[in-house]
Nanobody, 122 residues
Framework: QVQLVESGGGLVQPGVSLRLSCAAS????????RGWFRKAPGKEREFVAA????????YYADSMKGRITISRDNAKNTVYLQIDSLKPEDTAVYYC???????????????WGQGTQVTVSS
């Protein structure tokens, strides 16, 4: 089993940056990819970004490319998602996921965290 715990969400004003964290524990050797997804009220869950753990290869959603950066800290077994220039439409629950391939398809991720709420409002 793999446990994922997200943190770093909160209420922020438009235009600021935020960095979310996803700490993994358990049998993480079975998962080589980490992804971030988000779900806004009334919308389907959507892909945000993913990273291949071993080589650091990244993959971003076109809709957010240029404002987001995914990174990892091997020593801490933690993945980060930085979102810049936050907009009200970024308001969502952000989920971390672990799988074996970086992909935008959430069906390919086996393990999920509980999510962290990000609310962008003035």
């Amino acid at each position: 089993q793999v446990q994922l715990v997200e943190s770093g969400g909160g209420l922020v004003q438009p235009g600021v940056s935020l960095r979310l964290s996803c700490a993994a524990s358990g049998r993480t050797v079975r998962t080589s990819a980490r992804g971030w997804f988000r779900k806004a009220p009334g919308k389907e869950r959507e892909f945000v970004a993913a990273i291949m753990w071993s080589f650091g290869i990244t993959y971003y959603a076109d809709s957010m490319k240029g404002r987001i950066t995914i990174s990892r800290d091997n020593a801490k077994n933690t993945v980060y998602l930085q979102i810049d220039s936050l907009k009200p439409e970024d308001t969502a629950v952000y989920y971390c996921a672990a799988g074996t391939t970086i992909t935008s398809d959430d069906r390919n991720y086996t393990y999920w965290g509980q999510g962290t709420q990000v609310t962008v409002s003035s």
